[in-house]
């Protein structure tokens, strides 16, 4: 790791600079007047501290551009100003620290930067969320050991990577690492696939077959989509992660392996053993040690990373010089909901960067679909006496939950509509907010019903004065309500992962099975 520190403020300088130099780290100085982009040309550092001038307009303009080489920059401020903070982090400090502070703290804080870029660049997994720290973090604790480990997470959040990066980091390092997606193996071959066959097991048998855990001995088996594996081969899945042995469909040696399964799956397999289509004894063996991908839209702020990373490398790849992405069509691009995550938004930047007549992303190269997927879901809502009487960020934002809570309704009569080509052509309205009978002029109940429907969607009652659980609560009891109580339906509709619905359902002890008895 390289690290460039300015002269700007010499005393935490020099001192930082002891430091890093005595832990063995390569380090540059620069005085204010030296050339500090020809410095940054030269050196090629991993990370950049600003002791000073944190603020000067050509030091941000060398931030900007050291966003799209991966470059952090830890920038001094000379006073405590939050909003400060904020407005420097997003224009691509990865942190900001107010003066004085002690060499120590400030050496911790670039140690910290160092390890997290380690270990994005050992992973490949691109982010400074929380949500993001976190799952590396987890793999960095994981891949030392050989339990089997469990990673949920939606499709295109990067399961395989996480995956592939316990194993570079694991001692099994320089061993065989094969993927198995299971859901891709017909029912009839898959026992064939895992463990083998003998000549003439069965009919084209022709000659004997090495099975993947045979292929990944002394390695790693990454067993995609463990969900959808049958369950005649669940309980020889089971048997062959407790006895480290298997046999070969045909054959009756049993033959030793030394493998570490790590196995991934898109839906809460929790959820699967309840249905009874998972083997609980099998998902007890598999879920030694968990990690969690968040979807996409938990961890948004990690978007514009992403995104420069994929049109630097994506550009590259074909040839395309791009200056970059203007400030709306990035603006847009944090606001769609991705339900395809990395994997969608990858694929989207590759298309733009082959098909932009410009050197600059603009919103006009974005397609229609993902322009208007974030706005179009917005409904014009009357808002009725209360709201209107109501003053001051507390009528906002009660008129925000109100907005975001018709929202859900219209988005529950849109997958009805898709899912019953009868009623495609009916036409939804939106019933006025009005005052609650039951709770008094000062409650609000919003409805929306399409006409004609048996069963109308729930209807949401919320007051000035309710707290924050209580109209998260109630959200969540609405959707379980309208998605009969399917968990992952009501994740989808409240725009939240599954995991964290589940975390909600046991904070309020909410039963979904009971709501969806009352529709």
Same mark, same amino acid.
């Given at each position: 790791?390289?690290?460039?520190?300015?002269? &700007?403020?010499?005393?935490?300088?020099?001192? =930082?600079?002891?430091?890093?130099?005595?832990?063995?780290?390569?380090?540059?100085?620069?005085?204010?007047?030296?050339?500090?982009?020809?410095?940054?040309?030269?050196?090629?550092?991993? =990370?950049?501290?600003? +002791?000073?001038? @944190?603020?000067?307009?050509?030091?941000?303009?060398?931030?900007?551009?050291?966003? !799209?080489?991966?470059?952090?920059?830890?920038?001094?401020?000379?006073?405590?100003?939050?909003?400060?903070?904020?407005?420097?982090?997003?224009?691509? #400090?990865?942190?900001?620290?107010?003066?004085?502070?002690?060499?120590?703290?400030?050496?911790?804080?670039?140690?910290?930067?160092?390890?997290?870029?380690?270990?994005?660049?050992?992973?490949?997994?691109?982010?400074?969320?929380?949500?993001?720290?976190?799952?590396?973090?987890?793999?960095?604790?994981?891949?030392?050991?050989?339990?089997?480990?469990?990673?949920?997470?939606?499709?295109?959040?990067?399961?395989?990577?996480?995956?592939?990066?316990?194993? /570079?980091?694991?001692?099994?390092?320089?061993?065989? #690492?094969?993927?198995?997606?299971?859901?891709?193996?017909?029912?009839?071959? @898959?026992?064939?696939?895992?463990?083998?066959?003998?000549?003439?097991?069965?009919?084209?048998?022709?000659?004997? *077959?090495?099975?993947? #855990?045979?292929?990944?001995?002394?390695?790693?088996? #990454?067993?995609?989509?463990?969900?959808?594996?049958?369950?005649?081969?669940?309980?020889?899945?089971?048997?062959?992660?407790?006895?480290?042995?298997? +046999?070969?469909?045909?054959? +009756?040696?049993?033959?030793?392996?030394?493998? *570490?399964?790590?196995?991934?799956?898109?839906?809460?397999?929790?959820?699967?053993?309840?249905?009874?289509?998972?083997?609980?004894?099998? $998902? $007890?063996?598999?879920?030694?040690?968990?990690? $969690?991908?968040?979807?996409?839209?938990?961890?948004?702020?990690?978007?514009?990373?992403?995104?420069?990373?994929?049109?630097?490398?994506?550009?590259?790849?074909?040839?395309?010089?791009?200056?970059?992405?203007?400030?709306?069509?990035?603006?847009?691009?944090?606001? $769609?909901? !991705?339900?395809?995550?990395?994997?969608?938004?990858?694929?989207?930047?590759?298309?733009?960067?082959?098909?932009?007549?410009?050197?600059?992303?603009?919103?006009?190269?974005?397609?229609?679909?993902?322009?208007?997927?974030?706005?179009?879901?917005?409904?014009?809502?009357?808002?009725?006496?209360?709201?209107?009487?109501?003053?001051?960020?507390?009528? *906002?934002?009660?008129?925000?939950?109100?907005?975001?809570?018709?929202?859900?309704?219209?988005?529950?009569?849109?997958?009805?509509?898709?899912?019953?080509?009868? /009623?495609?052509?009916?036409?939804? !309205?939106?019933?006025?907010?009005?005052?609650?009978?039951?709770?008094?002029?000062?409650?609000?109940?919003?409805?929306?019903?399409?006409?004609?429907?048996?069963?109308?969607?729930?209807?949401?009652?919320?007051?000035?004065?309710? &707290?924050?659980?209580?109209?998260?609560?109630?959200?969540?009891?609405?959707?379980?309500?309208?998605?009969?109580?399917?968990?992952?339906?009501?994740?989808?509709?409240?725009? @939240?992962?599954?995991?964290?619905?589940?975390?909600?359902?046991?904070?309020?002890?909410?039963?979904?099975?009971?709501?969806?008895?009352?529709?």
């Amino acid at each position: 790791m390289r690290v460039l520190i300015t002269l &700007t403020d010499v005393e935490p300088a020099v001192r =930082l600079n002891a430091l890093l130099e005595a832990a063995g780290t390569q380090t540059a100085v620069v005085s204010p007047l030296d050339d500090l982009r020809g410095e940054i040309k030269r050196f090629k550092p991993d =990370l950049i501290v600003l +002791t000073g001038a @944190i603020g000067d307009p050509g030091n941000l303009q060398i931030v900007r551009d050291q966003l !799209w080489n991966g470059v952090s920059v830890i920038g001094l401020a000379d006073v405590e100003d939050p909003d400060l903070r904020e407005r420097l982090r997003t224009l691509g #400090f990865v942190d900001i620290y107010t003066k004085p502070i002690s060499a120590d703290e400030l050496y911790l804080a670039v140690r910290r930067v160092m390890d997290r870029k380690r270990l994005t660049d050992a992973t490949g997994l691109i982010g400074q969320s929380d949500a993001i720290n976190e799952v590396l973090l987890k793999v960095e604790q994981i891949a030392p050991v050989s339990s089997t480990v469990i990673i949920e997470g939606e499709s295109g959040t990067g399961k395989e990577l996480v995956a592939h990066a316990m194993h /570079r980091l694991s001692p099994r390092r320089g061993k065989p #690492f094969i993927a198995v997606n299971a859901g891709a193996l017909p029912e009839t071959l @898959i026992e064939s696939e895992l463990f083998g066959h003998e000549k003439g097991a069965f009919t084209g048998a022709a000659e004997r *077959r090495i099975g993947r #855990f045979e292929l990944a001995d002394t390695g790693t088996l #990454f067993l995609d989509e463990i969900g959808e594996i049958p369950p005649s081969t669940q309980v020889k899945l089971l048997r062959v992660l407790e006895e480290r042995k298997l +046999t070969r469909v045909g054959g +009756t040696t049993q033959i030793p392996i030394d493998v *570490r399964v790590v196995a991934a799956t898109n839906r809460p397999l929790r959820e699967s053993v309840e249905e009874g289509r998972f083997r609980a004894d099998l $998902y $007890y063996r598999l879920s030694v040690l968990g990690i $969690y991908l968040p979807p996409l839209r938990e961890r948004r702020e990690d978007i514009p990373l992403l995104v420069r990373r994929f049109i630097k490398e994506l550009s590259a790849q074909h040839d395309r010089e791009f200056h970059g992405i203007s400030a709306e069509a990035m603006q847009i691009l944090m606001s $769609y909901p !991705w339900p395809g995550n990395v994997r969608e938004l990858r694929n989207l930047i590759e298309s733009m960067v082959v098909l932009a007549p410009g050197r600059e992303i603009g919103p006009e190269d974005i397609p229609r679909g993902i322009r208007e997927g974030g706005a179009a879901r917005f409904l014009p809502v009357h808002i009725g006496p209360v709201m209107r009487g109501a003053v001051g960020s507390e009528g *906002r934002e009660l008129e925000f939950l109100v907005r975001s809570m018709l929202e859900l309704r219209l988005q529950v009569e849109e997958l009805r509509r898709r899912l019953d080509d009868e /009623r495609r052509d009916q036409r939804e !309205w939106v019933g006025e907010v009005q005052p609650s009978p039951a709770l008094g002029s000062g409650a609000i109940a919003g409805a929306i019903e399409p006409p004609d429907q048996p069963v109308p969607p729930s209807t949401l009652t919320l007051s000035p004065g309710m &707290t924050m659980a209580e109209i998260e609560r109630a959200a969540i009891e609405a959707a379980l309500r309208d998605t009969r109580g399917n968990r992952r339906k009501a994740a989808e509709m409240l725009d @939240i992962g599954e995991r964290t619905l589940y975390r909600k359902l046991r904070d309020y002890g909410i039963a979904p099975e009971e709501l969806a008895a009352t529709r």
